[in-house]
Nanobody, 114 residues
Framework: QVQLVESGGGLVQPGGSLRLSCAAS????????MAWYRQAPGKQRELVAH???????GYKDDVKGRFTISRDNAKNTVYLQLNSLKPEDTAVYYC????????WGQGTQVTVSS
């Protein structure tokens, strides 16, 4: 069964940190470029960060230097470290392949508020 399960979100104050995880099953994980996306209320889902099968990475401009994507192929898991969080980072965060070929998971809510 093809499945993505995100976790690690929560409520954090501005300037705080979180580490998101996404466990994948049913795909040849190590061959897939993976990505994190987010969707804020009333906005379209957007690409935040991506990592290739060879661990090359890319980031949306406004998260560069604050977010770090990584992967553990042995655990079929992709991570997103979120540092120096801002209120505008509040969103539901999702992972998927870069081609969005896997059914979307439930996402994990990140709320940045004082």
């Amino acid at each position: 069964q093809v499945q993505l399960v995100e976790s690690g979100g929560g409520l954090v104050q501005p300037g705080g940190s979180l580490r998101l995880s996404c466990a994948a099953s049913g795909i040849i994980f190590r061959l897939n470029a993976m990505a994190w996306y987010r969707q804020a209320p009333g906005k379209q889902r957007e690409l935040v960060a991506h990592i290739s099968s060879t661990r090359s990475t890319g980031y949306k401009d406004d998260v560069k230097g604050r977010f770090t994507i990584s992967r553990d192929n042995a655990k079929n898991t992709v991570y997103l470290q979120l540092n120096s969080l801002k209120p505008e980072d509040t969103a539901v965060y999702y992972c998927n392949s870069i081609t969005q070929s896997v059914p979307w998971g439930q996402g994990t809510q990140v709320t940045v508020s004082s």
